[in-house]
T-cell receptor, first 115, second 117 residues
């Protein structure tokens, strides 16, 4: 089954304790992206990657890191989480075909609480 | 500026009522895509529809219909005879320049629809 998986789905942690949220897709997609969803703000892009070893900042990258060492994986790293990073996080992936938009497939979401 | 506005934060209706969710977008691009997503209480994002900027035909899918009007930069979503299962947050989204070089997707702030039995 074609899918985007995220782990963990739920996480409660404390300020300053480094964490990684994993994202994996089995569709051989070139493009992967991370979004965060906050009440009243909708979804905002954190980072995206157009292919292996190619990553770039989205609209709200502060406090986050990503890496793209393999095509299928795109982990989101919070080196020193703070309470304002409490949010619902979504990973997405899609193909890249020239200049045309390609449907983004979303993972199930990771609900993170930073105390 | 590229922006999506969903002015209705919350809507509450009684089952079987019709309800329209508003979406207004801003972009200077002449080519773009518009989307609607549903987020049920379980939290996942469910893709509902994608509309090309050159296709202004309204679309109907069962109880769902979409009205795309470029003249008013709106892409409204109507649910006919609402049901409790329609209760969710609904997001409108824009992909300017057909995604452009970054495959960007810009979301509105969402409308929480509560359908009461």
């Amino acid at each position: 089954e074609a899918q985007v998986t995220q782990n963990p789905r739920y996480l409660i942690t404390v300020t300053g304790k480094k964490l990684t949220v994993t994202c994996s897709q089995n569709m051989n997609h070139e493009y992967m992206s991370w979004y965060r969803q906050d009440p009243g703000l909708g979804l905002r892009q954190i980072y995206y990657s157009m292919n292996v070893e190619v990553t770039d900042k989205g609209d709200v990258p502060e406090g986050y890191k990503v890496s793209r060492k393999e095509k299928r994986n795109f982990p989101l790293i919070l080196e020193s989480p703070s309470p304002n990073q409490t949010s619902l996080y979504f990973c997405a992936s899609s193909r890249i075909r020239g200049q045309y938009y390609n449907e983004q497939f979303f993972g199930p979401g990771t609900r993170l609480t930073v105390l | 500026a590229q922006k999506v506005t969903q002015a209705q934060t919350e809507i509450s209706v009684v089952e079987k009522e019709d309800v329209t969710l508003d979406c207004v977008y801003e972009t200077r691009d002449t080519t773009y895509y518009l989307f609607w997503y549903k987020q049920p209480p379980s939290g996942e994002l469910v893709f509902l529809i994608r509309r090309n900027s050159f296709d202004e035909q309204n679309e109907i899918s069962g109880r769902y219909s979409w009205n795309f009007q470029k003249s008013t930069s709106s892409f409204n979503f109507t649910i006919t005879a609402s049901q409790v299962v329609d209760s969710a947050v609904y997001f409108c989204a824009l992909s300017p320049n057909y995604g452009g070089a970054t495959n960007k997707l810009i979301f509105g702030t969402g409308t929480l629809l509560a359908v009461q039995p």
